[in-house]
């Protein structure tokens, strides 16, 4: 019980309101019931009509999110449908009872990405992998991983990264990305169209824990409850402007720390940025003037260390 976690996302439209968990909940197709009678392969959009204001019960990827009726306003009782669908889903309970994707494949297309990095190689996928980024540096690193697991089983693959919808594989020199990438490339698209587990409920469930670590490790679950208003504009920095730019390169960037007294901040990069000099230069550079123009006087250096 508890592993489950569900988040307040508010959306643009008023009367909408989502409530992310930190699992998938349908991976196969999006669904939306318009009432209960709609709603018969879903036992959990049952229970939510329920509920007298719900008008509409959307189920996609990792979020159900619910339209209501006037009769309330979301702040009144927000609160009350997120535990409910938290207690829902940590009871076990299926969320979707759909006979027409039950033991289909999933329609899956894998193509690569050369990145700065001249090690690493970028696999994009058209559907989402996980919720969290997630490094493996080696066989031991992946054993909350059978997708990353099964890539180590590959001699030439020395490193791997899974963030969002794209696996970044770092290689040994001994293989050239002409000879191997296409044997990537399939083996990564036949296990996920099968249905292959990307990380386990084991590493889904210490993702949603507030850590210090850097595996699993989101703006959502860092843990900011001791930092400093400097640490907290520096984190947003580099969510809001660093991080889409570091992503579409096949890496990562975190928030490590901020030290006071000599003003310097550390990042952590993973994926395609981590051990590559030329990047991890590029991205110091960037980063540092970047916070020395947007936090006047408050940074004098950034470091970046390899994940």
């Known amino acids: 019980m508890g592993e489950i976690k569900i988040r307040i996302q508010p959306t643009n439209r008023p009367a909408i309101i989502k409530f992310e968990a930190n699992k998938f909940l349908s991976r196969h197709k999006n669904y939306e019931f318009k009432n209960v009678d709609e709603a018969s392969i879903s036992p959990l959009a049952k229970q939510l009509f329920y509920l007298p204001f719900t008008k509409t019960v959307y189920i996609s990827g990792n979020f159900i999110a619910v339209e209501r009726y006037d009769i309330v306003k979301w702040p009144e009782v927000q609160e009350e449908v997120a535990e409910q669908i ?53 066989i031991d690193d992946a054993r909350t991983s059978p997708l990353a697991t099964g890539l180590f089983h590959f001699p030439f693959v020395k490193e ?45 469930s210490s993702s949603a824990k507030p850590k210090d670590n850097i595996e699993g490790q989101t703006a959502a679950n860092l843990n900011t409850d001791n930092m400093d208003d400097t640490s907290l504009q520096i984190i947003d920095i580099l969510e809001e402007y660093v991080k889409p730019a570091v992503a579409s390169d096949g890496g990562n960037i975190m928030f490590e720390s901020y030290d006071e007294s000599s003003k310097t901040v550390k990042v952590v990069l993973q994926g395609a940025c981590s051990g590559c000099p030329s990047s991890t230069m590029t991205l110091k550079n960037g980063i540092e003037t970047m916070l020395k123009s947007m936090l006047s006087g408050k940074v004098n250096e950034v470091v970046a260390i390899n994940g």
């Open 86 to 138: 938290e207690k829902y889903l940590n009871s076990g309970a299926p969320v979707i009872e759909d006979p027409n994707v039950q033991d289909k494949k999933i329609p899956v297309t894998v193509y690569a990405e050369s990145t700065p990095n001249p090690a690493a190689m970028k696999f994009v996928c058209n559907k989402k992998l996980v919720l969290a980024p997630y490094e493996f540096k080696n």
């Open 160 to 204: 791997v990264f899974v963030d969002e919808n794209y696996v970044s594989i770092l290689k040994y020199e001994v293989a050239d990305w002409n000879e191997i990438g296409m044997e990537l490339r399939e083996y990564l698209r036949t296990y996920i169209e099968e249905g292959g587990e990307i990380v386990t409920k084991e590493a889904i």
